[in-house]
């Protein structure tokens, strides 16, 4: 706000995250964060240059369900959902 006429100037807005919405949900989606970084390597044929996406900075406490159980390995009966 200005000190003369107490007007509101606008807002400064302070990005997180630019993220993907890679899943939605009822109540909920799944993102990924589109900032990546480029690692480089050095082997014996030269320079190797890999792009890793950034983890986003989540609050771990506000998750519900850490998967932390989770069997990854496939089996009958699973359910699945086939892509467009």
């Known amino acids: ?14 990005i997180k995250a630019y993220i993907e919405v890679t899943n939605v949900f009822e109540k909920m ?8 970084i480029q690692k480089n390597f050095f082997d014996t044929i030269g320079n190797l240059t890999k792009t890793e996406r950034l983890r986003l900075n989540v609050d ?10 989770f069997d990854s390995q496939i089996r009958i ?4 959902r086939k892509k467009p």
């Open 1 to 14: 706000m200005t000190p003369e006429t107490n007007e509101k100037l606008g807002t400064l807005d302070l």
């Open 29 to 36: 989606s799944i993102c990924k964060n589109t900032n990546t």
């Open 60 to 69: 771990s406490s506000q998750i519900s369900n850490d998967f932390s159980d």
């Open 77 to 80: 009966g699973d359910l699945v």
